[in-house]
Each structure stands twice: as structure tokens, then as C-alpha cells.
């Protein structure tokens, strides 16, 4: 009787990096890290990506450093943290939603060059 693998021959957990990336409105960075642990759990290294102004309020309530990868289950996730344009001294410069969606792409795809 041969046993039953999630996983074919010619995967292994070790090399699958996944690399998430979370707009902050609208509390969606909670959920995407929840996830991003559980994947983590089973061996998958996960980088995890949201503005600055979001991490410093995650880097507040843990012990991660930007860019280091700490242990997660059998896996690894690491925090990386651009700059999105947020003026930290005018906390109420907010725009609307459709007007920060294509604001964050921009900024994402400049942080990322």
C-alpha cells in the first residue's frame, strides 16, 4: 500500500518562496498575515510586504527587524516595509480609496525597482 503526498517527488517545501503584498485599508493586513503564517507553518518561506507607516505600528508590537527572516512553524517570514508616499507629519492627508489604490501600485512598483 503506498502512502498518500500531498506534495509530487519533485517539489520540495524548502524552495517555494511566496511573496505577499498588502494595501493597509480597509483592515487588510491582518487576514493576509494570518495566512502568511499558516503557510509558513508548513515550511514555506513567506515575505511579507506593506507601506512603512503600517509597520511601524507592527514593528511596535513585535520583536521583527526589516528584512530578517524569523522562524514561523517549519518555515520562515520575513517583513519588508516601502515607502508608499505617506506623509507621517499630516496624519489626516487621507484620499479616497480609488485615488490611494493607484497611488499604492505606483509606489509599489517604484519601491520594487
Do not use: Y
Not at 4 to 33: A, Y
Amino acid at each position: 500500500m503506498s502512502s498518500l503526498s500531498h506534495e509530487p517527488d519533485h517539489v520540495t517545501v524548502q524552495n517555494i518562496h511566496i511573496f505577499m503584498v498588502s494595501f493597509p485599508g480597509q483592515g487588510h493586513i491582518t487576514p493576509l498575515l494570518r495566512l502568511g503564517k499558516r503557510l509558513a507553518n508548513f515550511g514555506l518561506f513567506i515575505s511579507f510586504a506593506t507601506p512603512d507607516f503600517a509597520g511601524v505600528s507592527i514593528k511596535r508590537v513585535s520583536a521583527i527587524k526589516d528584512g530578517e527572516p524569523i522562524p514561523c512553524g517549519r518555515g520562515m517570514i520575513r517583513f519588508e516595509f516601502f515607502d508608499d508616499g505617506w506623509d507621517f507629519n499630516n496624519p489626516n492627508g487621507t484620499t479616497s480609496t480609488p485615488t490611494s489604490n493607484s497611488w499604492s501600485g505606483w509606489a509599489g512598483k517604484n519601491s520594487l525597482r
